[in-house]
C-alpha cells in the first residue's frame, strides 16, 4: 500500500468512528443476528432398525417463527407432511412420531413454517 490509501483507510476508520459505527461490533451484531435466526431441526434417536425396534422418534424444532406451525415432511418438495410442530413464544418446540412400516434408507426430513426450513436425515436399517 502507498501512503495515500494509508491515509484514505485512516480517514474511513475516523469517519466510520465518529459517526459512532463500531466496526467490531457491528460484524459481531451481524453474525448473532444469523446465528440466532437459522432454524435447526434435531432427531432423536437419528436412526431406528425396522421391524425389531419400531418405535418413537423425537422431532424439535428450533428459531422457527413464534407461536406458529412446523411441518415435517419427506423429500425435498413437499407433498404430504407426516407430523405438525406447533412452536412457543421462543420459536422452538418438538413432536413424537411413532414410525411403523418404513422401508430401510436414508429419509431426508423437512420442516417448515413457510418461510424458515431445516432439514436432518433418519436412518431407517433392518434389524440386525
Known amino acids: 500500500m502507498t501512503i495515500s490509501r494509508y491515509r484514505r483507510a485512516a480517514a474511513v476508520l475516523l469517519v ?13 451484531a451481524a453474525s448473532a443476528s444469523a446465528t440466532a435466526t437459522t432454524p435447526k431441526l434435531a432427531i432423536q434417536p437419528s436412526k431406528i432398525y425396522y421391524p425389531c ?39 422452538s418446540g418438538s413432536a413424537v412420531v411413532s414410525f411403523s412400516d418404513y422401508y430401510a434408507g436414508l429419509y431426508k426430513v423437512y420442516a417448515t413454517d413457510g418461510s424458515l426450513k431445516a432439514s436432518k436425515s433418519l436412518t431407517v436399517s433392518e434389524c440386525p
Do not use: C
Open 16 to 28: 466510520l468512528g465518529v459517526a459512532g459505527i463500531g466496526i467490531a461490533s457491528t460484524v459481531s
Open 53 to 91: 425396534s419400531e418405535g418413537n422418534v423425537t422431532f424439535s424444532v428450533s428459531n422457527f417463527a413464534a407461536d406458529s406451525s412446523v411441518d415435517l415432511y419427506f423429500g425435498s418438495t413437499k407433498v404430504l407432511d407426516f407430523a405438525v410442530i406447533d412452536t412457543d413464544s421462543t420459536g
